[in-house]
Nanobody, 118 residues
Framework: QVQLVESGGGLVQPGGSLRLSCASS????????MAWYRQAPEQQRELVAH???????EYADSVKVRFTISRDNAKNTISLQMNGLEPEDTGVYYC????????????WGQGTQVTVSS
């Protein structure tokens, strides 16, 4: 059972930056893919960015150029650097992990709130 703990959320003004982190209870070297999702009020959860254990990354069109996902295998963490934040980026950000362990398994963190407002 992989446990994920997010941190780094908060309130920021439009145009500002935040850095989210997700700490895994297990070595992320063995986790195929880790990702950030977000969910705005009354909206469906959507993929923000993902990174595979080989370093392949993918971003939602709405965050390309502004956000950067990275992983630190030594610290068992992934991060999401968010620049140029917009009110539309407001939501709860969730860390996600997909690992193959006698079948594909998916894990979620508890989420961290990001609010972009003046």
């Amino acid at each position: 059972q992989v446990q994920l703990v997010e941190s780094g959320g908060g309130l920021v003004q439009p145009g500002g930056s935040l850095r989210l982190s997700c700490a895994s209870s297990e070595s992320i070297f063995d986790i195929y893919l880790m990702a950030w999702y977000r969910q705005a009020p009354e909206q469906q959860r959507e993929l923000v960015a993902h990174i595979t254990n080989s370093g392949t990354v993918e971003y939602a069109d709405s965050v390309k150029v502004r956000f950067t996902i990275s992983r630190d295998n030594a610290k068992n963490t992934i991060s999401l650097q968010m620049n140029g934040l917009e009110p539309e980026d407001t939501g709860v950000y969730y860390c996600n992990a997909r690992k193959y362990d006698m079948g594909w398994r998916e894990y979620w963190g508890q989420g961290t709130q990001v609010t972009v407002s003046s």
